[in-house]
Structure formats: structure tokens, C-alpha cells
């Protein structure tokens, strides 16, 4: 009865939204003004664009092994603390990416940073997914989501003002972020723990175990599928987006394209996507129903993406808002990945997925379609990319079993 009673603006709610605001503002901060603060650092066009690549690769590494430290953590210590930990490390990681001047140091900073990016969503979805009764579940992550995917948004603002036109002040930038997180850290008084997680820590059950994934098929199949749903969603901001100036060229779009306001623009969208699935789910009784219209309507989206021959700067913005709102399912996919597994190892999963999605860009998206570049050139490169990577997303939707109103108050065997 007493979670019944949580409000669905509730404290947690609300640090959860404000700290995945400012993950998402440091997280595509990069990518947003990589160009200027690459320049800054005196490298040529030619070097921007393979370095970008590999400092983008290397955050993301960083989120793949933060991800799986911050999820064991979690289960470990409890749901709060990893919360906060990784608030205050990639608030840091933020504020020393302005005091770089190699792209060695850059890269190091990026690695920092994207470690402890990887904590915060998993530890704020999973504590709000335990705190809110299940019949309004997918409504307070969801709304954690959209509005913190909205920061995407709000560094592309920071950067048109640090920056503008001369590409100075992209160090500004990053001190903005870490400030910002550190301010956050103000919301923590009054937050509370997980009733589940609590009532678990007093007993002798596993917590934490990151192999208990691999040790039943069950479960593997289970926690693989809760990734490879996500792919569309970094092969779209990863590869259509980040580099649309170079599909634009291929396209022979008419306009100067900066990936920073695609990204933008999507990310508003996704926002909007994100709190729009959380009803629609709830509407349809479904995550899967949910999530398979979003898929549909992100097929759909890239289908227009490489439809844009001679179109216009104007014309490629407005499908990548219809590609941003097609992946507007972020919050849903942890939010099933967390229900699918006991309290036990929830937060191990719902930290882990995500980074593991996002760290697919790094280990399976975009190394794939660099190996098509050469061969096929961007946009076949591109379309050749996306049909593998949604068959392999709807397949794995496919073969993954409903969560909605599934209670969440039990414990994995071993």
C-alpha cells in the first residue's frame, strides 16, 4: 500500500530526470562540438575526422566498462550511492576535457567522462522503477527519459553560445556540464533507497553477480536481447546523424550540414518520444507493442534519410527529427530490461544494457560500416549497415517476453 502512495513527481523522479539531463549534455557534448574543439586543438579536417572517431570510440569503451563497475555497485551498495558516485565522477571527467590540449589528454578526459556516465541512468531508472507501483512504471522512467534526453538539446544551445561562429569557448562548454552535475548533487538530501533494495540487503543473497547473466541460457538470452533491441538507436545517432555532413555530401544536399544541430534537433524529438511511449505502452497494456512501432517508425525514418538526393539543409533536419522520434524508446528498453531480472541483479542489468547498446556503436555499428566505406562509400556503406542491424533488432524484440505490470519484488537464483 505504501507505494501505491508515491507520487509520480516524487524527489527521485525528479533527480533521476535532472541527473540524466546533465549525463546527456556531457554525453553528446562531444559529438556537438567535436569539430570546433578538435580545430582548436590544431588538427586538419582530414585528422578531425579520423581522430573524432576514435575519441567517440573510446568514450564509448568507457561506458561499456563503467557500466558493468557501476551495475555490480549498485546491487552491492545500493541504488543511491552508485547514483551519486558516478554524478560526481563524470562531473569531473566534464570539467578536465576543458583543460586538454593533446588528443591524447582528450581522449583520456572522454574515457573519464563516459566511465561515469555509464552509472547514472541505469541507478536512476532502476531505483524509480522500484519505488513506483508497477500500474505507473513506465510513465515516471519514461518521463526520467524525455526529460533528460532533453539536455541533448540544451548543449546544443551552450555550444552556439560558447562557440558561435569563431569555434573559441568549446572549453566553456565542458566546465558548464561539470558544474551542473556538482549542482545536482545539491537534490541528494531527501532522495530515498529502494524499499526492495533495502529489505534485500538484509539477507545473505548474491548481490551483484555479473556472471550470474552467462551462468543459465535463460538469462543470457534474456539480457542479449534487451541489448541488441537498442541498436537502431546509436546506429542512427552514431553513424546517420553524427555524420550526416558526409551522407549530405554523397546525397548532394543543397546547404552546409553541422551534425551538431541534427543531433539537436533529434534529440528534441527523442525527448518527446520518450515520454509519449511511456503512455502508449500503458494505452496498449504492452512494452513490446510500444516498442514496435517506434522500430517501425525509425525504419521508416532512414528510408527518408537515404531518399534525400538534392533535397534541401532544411529537408535533412526535419528527417532527422522524424529518426530521433522514432528512437525515442530509450527509457523503455531499460525500463523491460530491469523488469525482466530480480532485485538482485536489476541494477546490474538495467546499468549494463544501455551501455552495452551505447557501447555497440564502438564495437559493432560503427567498425562495421567503417569496413563498408571503402568498398561501398558512405551512403551504401550506411543503408548496408541499417538493414543488419534492424533485422538483428527485430529479431531480438521478437523473442523477448512481455514485462508489462510485471512485479518486480523477487529474487534471481543462482
Excluded at 565522477?89 to 588528443?103: D, E, M, P, Q, R
Excluded at 502508449?280 to 517506434?294: D, E, H, N, P, T
Aim: one cysteine or more; charged letters at 15%; aromatic letters at 12%.
Amino acid at each position: 500500500m505504501e507505494q501505491k502512495k508515491v507520487s509520480l513527481f516524487n524527489l527521485a523522479v525528479i533527480v533521476g530526470a535532472l541527473g540524466y539531463f546533465v549525463d546527456v549534455y556531457d554525453l553528446l557534448l562531444f559529438s556537438i562540438i567535436r569539430i570546433p574543439s578538435l580545430k582548436g586543438l590544431g588538427l586538419t579536417d582530414a585528422e578531425v575526422k579520423i581522430k573524432g572517431t576514435d575519441i567517440l570510440s573510446i568514450q564509448m569503451y568507457g561506458l561499456l566498462i563503467g557500466g558493468i563497475l557501476w551495475g555490480v555497485l549498485g546491487d552491492k551498495l545500493g541504488r543511491l550511492r552508485v547514483l551519486f558516485a558516478s554524478i560526481i565522477l563524470y562531473s569531473l571527467g566534464s570539467i578536465a576535457n576543458g583543460f586538454v590540449h593533446t588528443v591524447s589528454q582528450y581522449e583520456l578526459a572522454r574515457f573519464v567522462t563516459g566511465l561515469g556516465l555509464a552509472g547514472e541512468l541505469g541507478a536512476g531508472i532502476t531505483l524509480v522503477s522500484e519505488l513506483m507501483p508497477k500500474e505507473r512504471r513506465g510513465i515516471a522512467t519514461s518521463l526520467v527519459a524525455g526529460i533528460g534526453l532533453s539536455g541533448a538539446v540544451f548543449a546544443y544551445f551552450i555550444k552556439v553560445w560558447c562557440v558561435g561562429a569563431t569555434g573559441e569557448g568549446w572549453r566553456t562548454c565542458y566546465y558548464i556540464g561539470g558544474g551542473l552535475g556538482i549542482l545536482l548533487l545539491l537534490l541528494r538530501v531527501g532522495v530515498l533507497e529502494s524499499g526492495m533494495y533495502k529489505n534485500m540487503a538484509g539477507t545473505a543473497v548474491s548481490r551483484g553477480n555479473f556472471f550470474m547473466l552467462f551462468t543459465s541460457g535463460q538469462r543470457f538470452k534474456k539480457y542479449l536481447t534487451a541489448i541488441l533491441i537498442a541498436l537502431p538507436n546509436w546506429y542512427v545517432i552514431g553513424v546517420l546523424i553524427s555524420f550526416s555532413n558526409d551522407f549530405a555530401t554523397d546525397m548532394k544536399v543543397k546547404g552546409a550540414i553541422d551534425p551538431g544541430k541534427g543531433i539537436m534537433v533529434a534529440y528534441a524529438a527523442i525527448s518527446i518520444g520518450d515520454v509519449l511511449i511511456g503512455f502508449i505502452s500503458q494505452g496498449l497494456k504492452s512494452r513490446k507493442k510500444a516498442l514496435l512501432l517506434f522500430h517501425i517508425i525509425t525504419v521508416i525514418g532512414v528510408i527518408a534519410f537515404f531518399n534525400l538526393q538534392g533535397a534541401t539543409s532544411a529537408t535533412l533536419y526535419w528527417v532527422c527529427v522524424l529518426l530521433g522520434f522514432g528512437t525515442g524508446f530509450w527509457a523503455m528498453f531499460v525500463t523491460m530490461a530491469a523488469e525482466q531480472f530480480g532485485t538482485n541483479i536489476r541494477a546490474t542489468v538495467a546499468t549494463t544494457v544501455p551501455n552495452m547498446a551505447r557501447g555497440s556503436l564502438a564495437v559493432v555499428v560503427a567498425p562495421l560500416f567503417k569496413s563498408l566505406v571503402p568498398s561501398l562509400g558512405h551512403f551504401q556503406a550506411g543503408w548496408v549497415t541499417g538493414v543488419i542491424v534492424f533485422v538483428v533488432a527485430f529479431v531480438a524484440l521478437a523473442i523477448t517476453p512481455e514485462t508489462f505490470g510485471k512485479e518486480l519484488n523477487y529474487i534471481e537464483p543462482q
